[in-house]
Each structure stands twice: as C-alpha cells, then as structure tokens.
Nanobody, 112 residues
C-alpha cells in the first residue's frame, strides 16, 4: 500500500520558518520525482515545488522561489520542504504527491 504522510506544519509568525516532511512507503521512492502542492483557504490547488528522483534537479513556483528549498533523502524515503521568510500568503494545507498518490496534508498558518 502506497502511503505519503506529511508533517511539520503549524502556526508561525510572518518571517518565520518551517520544515515540512513527507514520509513515504509502499513504492520505490528513489525512482520517482516528488512534488509539493498547497491549497490556500477558498482557493484551488497550487503546485509549489518538485524534485527529481535523484535530487539533482529542483523546481519552484515563482511565488516561493528563493524562499523555499526542496530536498530528499532516498535512504529514508522522505522528501522535505524548507520554508523560510514565510508570509500570510503561504497559509494553506501542504501536500506531497507522486505517481498519482497524495498525502493527507499538513496545515501551515502564517499569522501574527
């Protein structure tokens, strides 16, 4: 059974940082690219970042480029999203995804 489990969300003040994790199981993690998405309240799903299977290539949405960093640990079957200099516009539920599977999401709230 494929599972993706996000963690690391929470409430943070503007300018703060969070590190999200997505622990996976049930598929050959090291052979697949991974993506992060988010959904802000009342809005649609937005692609945030992606990383190739070996971690050599990463991509970011313009809205997060320069503030977020995606990485992965193929030995731990886990992908990460380091989020710095957070703004209220980053508030939402963050999901990891691969090969058509999705995690349950983790809530990120940026507020003073």
């Amino acid at each position: 059974e494929v599972q993706l489990v996000e963690s690391g969300g929470g409430l943070v003040q503007p300018g703060g940082s969070l590190r999200l994790s997505c622990a996976t199981s049930g598929f050959n993690f090291r052979t697949y690219s991974m993506s992060w998405f988010r959904q802000a309240p009342g809005k649609g799903l937005e692609w945030v970042s992606g990383i190739d299977n070996d971690g050599r290539r990463t991509r970011y949405a313009d809205s997060v480029n320069g503030r977020f960093t995606v990485s992965r640990d193929n030995a731990r079957n886990t992908v990460y999203l380091q989020m710095n200099n957070l703004t209220p516009e980053d508030t939402g539920v963050y999901y990891c995804s691969s090969i058509g599977y999705w995690g349950q999401g983790t809530q990120v709230t940026v507020s003073s």
